[in-house]
């Protein structure tokens, strides 16, 4: 069983609570770390927001971070694992610009083409999403059960296949939310 940290971006809350709502509804150890308290963007902050809500290092944790929650996510992540964490995944829902590497499985999921390979070179994982027809930056972590794409995988010779598939089916495939 995982615990799911939820990292948003500088955005409303009821965004995030429509994301868990559309996609995370199903899902039991959640947590939301509150922008409305820290920076989204501090790694710092998501590790003490971690230590107070005593999660074990033996939990396997699965990052979901979304816009300026993913630098901080990134880092906390990368921290975590040092300090004998476990992360089981870590997805970034339009991280844009954000170096996206460890020893963990990333998946990177963008809402257009541009978002996506502009921001690729600085690493999407062996599986990563963009939307077509492109979404709204905030509509894809408001309501990703609509958002409908290309799932681009890349082989372990760098070769890249692409399929079209919904953000939905493609969290579902990823396994560690359904899971």
């Given at each position: ?11 409303e ?65 990368w921290?975590?694992q040092l ?18 590497m ?64 919904s ?13």
């Amino acid at each position: 069983m995982y615990m799911y940290l939820i990292c948003p971006g500088i955005h409303e809350q009821k965004l995030t609570d429509k994301f868990i709502e559309n996609a995370l509804n199903n899902l039991d150890f959640i947590l939301v770390f509150p922008t409305d308290k820290y920076p989204a963007y501090s790694g710092f902050h998501i590790l003490k927001f971690l230590q107070e809500k005593s999660v074990d290092k033996s939990q396997q944790l699965v990052i979901i971070s979304f816009s300026a929650g993913v630098v901080g996510a990134i880092n906390a992540a990368w921290t975590w694992q040092l300090q004998g964490g476990i992360i089981k995944g870590f997805i970034a829902f339009d991280g844009w610009g954000v170096p996206l590497m460890g020893n963990f499985p990333i998946y990177r999921v963008s809402h257009d083409e541009f978002t996506y390979w502009t921001s690729a070179i600085l690493g999407t994982g062996t599986l990563s999403f963009y939307a077509d027809p492109p979404v709204e930056h905030l509509d894809l972590w408001r309501s990703p059960q609509l958002v409908k794409g290309w799932m681009v995988e890349i082989n372990n010779y760098g070769k890249k296949s692409f399929s079209p598939i919904s953000l939905s089916d493609f969290l579902a495939l990823i396994k560690i939310i359904n899971t």
